[in-house]
Nanobody
């Protein structure tokens, strides 16, 4: 079973940047597609970005295109989310998730992910 732990959240002003990290416990990290999800206050958990197991493919949701970048370091079993030009609507809890797979498809539905971290809070003030 994979254990995921997010870090890097915090309180920032609009326009600032944050980099979230998600460390995984499984040594077969390179066999997992990884995703980041955002849950705003009182809202559902939405897909933000995903990356294929080998890092060659990425996928981003429209609201964050051009502002957020997902990357991974398989040697460190860690996935990152670089968030630039943050907006108040980016406020919420950010979760990383892992999906074990043999191809380089990137799921964007939460039900397709097998393992989840506890989340890290991001608050963007206006």
């Amino acid at each position: 079973q994979v254990q995921l732990v997010e870090s890097g959240g915090g309180l920032v002003q609009a326009g600032a940047s944050l980099r979230l990290s998600c460390a995984a416990s499984d040594v077969t990290f390179s066999s997992y597609a990884m995703g980041w999800f955002h849950q705003g206050p009182g809202k559902e958990r939405d897909f933000v970005a995903g990356i294929s197991p080998n890092g060659g493919n990425t996928l981003s949701a429209d609201p964050v295109k051009g502002r957020f970048t997902i990357s991974r370091d398989n040697g460190k079993s860690t996935v990152y989310l670089q968030m630039n030009s943050l907006k108040p609507e980016d406020t919420g809890v950010y979760y990383c998730a892992a999906d074990f797979r043999a191809d380089n498809f990137i799921p964007h539905n939460s039900i397709e992910y097998d393992y989840w971290g506890p989340g890290t809070q991001v608050t963007v003030s206006s």
